[in-house]
């Protein structure tokens, strides 16, 4: 399969069209030249190679980067305090590194002076600002066995991704089964920053995965538990590891094109830092290649809609054609979430066409995120949630939004920028409510997420 990059915003995150620049390799390639082309591909991408081995050169490139990306130099002591409180201290779980990582990258420093100041250990306001290093062949001795990783990816000096490599022809969940091993011996020794590792990728060079540390650490905890019974298909096996692919869901599968595209720059820091969900199960999902397509093709048509005006209109909304299973409720959310977060955005409404829905995707949404979202049981809640400034994502049914646009004639989220989202928008569209709301709002982005859309060739009468 030949792929090359055709077109690509570079604020895509997955590009447009893929066509790969590598002779496919036929010849027997070690896992040795494996790496080192990997790595050299790398090195052409903003990566730094650090020739790092240990742990104690690991800490002292993580107090260099910190620095760095902070614009302050620690002392000694202040490091010191630091580092074993904040980062390594021993009672910190991989859950709560994993939390420190997507929810409070922001920590407080305690200086000598007795006064605080933020560090942060990633910039998510300006990717560009992070440092991305890579290492290889890092030894650790302490653990339960010795052990010697592959290669590894530092963001600002923490080790976030994890790549293991098997030779081509080895089955690439010899990789998947040596990271659990490796978690099992080693990841947690020594200062266990390697506990850090949002994202695993594994590959023979012919064939590339990638999967969150969630798939790895719940299925360590379920085997220590007793809780996989032979053949058991659990969110955390191997069955749930994904391919990369193009915006037209093409897998990108041979190593170098992954490298190019998944190990890109702001491909690679999007999504450690927009497009992973910590759940309030503790459960770290990394989204995948269509749900972020689409999650920011919502993102840009609002945008853009925005510069040149036209919102109030069917430009500035569309649809999304899903199949079911493949994870609508994540990418609404996440739509609705990074949505909600424009500065001239005021109201995110998800709008579903049953009762009994509005409840299911309140309980899903708040999984994702705690408080994210706000429900309604009827329309008076609903007035006071849209009159609210701080209620910024709300879900509710399209009879109580289409009661408050009869009922209350001029009210003032009819002005503002609101975005509506329709959960399966071939039944709750068309017809007389689909026009009212759109008669109602004047400044609407209305997209809609269907399994069976339809077009203008089979509408009925009162979609027209």
């Not at 390639?29 to 081995?53: M, R, S, W």
């Not at 994993?98 to 933020?118: A, F, G, M, P, Y």
Request: glycine share 4%.
């Amino acid at each position: 399969m030949n792929y090359n990059i055709i077109t690509e915003s570079p604020e895509s995150t997955v590009v447009t069209e893929y066509k790969s620049l590598y002779r496919k390799e036929t010849s027997y390639q070690t896992e040795a030249e494996l790496e080192k082309a990997f790595i050299e591909l790398l090195k052409t991408q903003a990566y730094d190679y650090l020739p790092i081995t240990s742990e104690e050169e690991l800490i002292t490139n993580l107090r260099y980067q910190l620095e760095a990306l902070n614009n302050y130099k620690f002392t000694n002591s202040e490091w010191e305090q630091f580092f074993k409180s904040k980062i390594a201290n021993q009672n910190i779980s991989i859950e709560e590194k994993t939390s420190i990582i997507q929810e409070d990258h922001i920590q407080l420093l305690s200086r000598d002076d007795d006064t605080v100041k933020n560090i942060y250990l990633i910039d998510k306001s300006n990717i560009h600002n992070n440092k991305l290093q890579v290492i290889n062949q890092y030894t650790v001795d302490n653990g339960q066995r010795p052990n010697r990783y592959d290669v590894t990816v530092l963001v600002n000096g923490l080790p976030l991704v994890h790549i293991e490599l098997k030779k081509r022809g080895v089955d690439i969940k010899e990789a998947f089964n040596q990271i659990n091993r490796y978690n099992r011996e080693s990841f947690w020794a020594g200062s266990g920053l390697f506990e850090y590792i949002q994202l695993f990728v594994i590959s023979n060079g012919t064939f590339t995965k990638y999967y969150s540390n969630t798939t790895r650490f719940t299925h360590i905890r379920e085997l220590g538990d007793g809780a996989i019974k032979k053949g058991k298909r659990t969110s955390n096996s191997f069955e749930f590891t994904s391919w990369w692919a193009d915006a037209n869901n093409r897998p990108i599968t041979d190593l170098m094109d992954f490298g190019r595209t998944f190990f890109a720059k702001h491909t690679l820091l999007n999504l450690l830092t927009k497009y992973c969900v910590f759940t309030s199960e503790k459960l770290l999902l990394a989204m995948r290649p269509y749900q972020i397509v689409a999650t920011e093709r919502i993102l840009n048509r609002i945008a853009v809609s925005n510069n040149y005006k036209t919102y109030g209109s069917i430009k500035g909304g569309g649809y999304i054609w899903h199949t079911t299973g493949s994870g609508k409720t994540l990418t609404s959310f996440k739509t609705a979430q990074l949505a909600s977060k424009l500065p001239f955005i005021d109201k995110v409404l998800f709008v579903v066409d049953r009762k009994d829905l509005d409840y299911q995707t309140m309980k899903e949404y708040d999984k994702f995120e705690k408080g994210a979202a706000n429900s309604n049981t009827n329309t008076a809640i609903l007035k006071k949630q849209l009159e609210n400034p701080a209620s910024r994502i709300i879900i509710t049914t399209i009879q109580k939004l289409s009661i408050l646009i009869k009922r209350y004639k001029n009210h003032l989220s009819f002005n503002q920028r609101i975005v509506v989202i329709f959960d399966e928008c071939h039944r709750s569209q068309f017809g007389d409510m689909h026009t009212s709301i759109t008669r109602a709002f004047k400044k609407y982005n209305l997209f809609g997420f269907t399994g069976t859309p339809i077009f203008a060739v089979n509408s009925s009468s009162s979609s027209k």
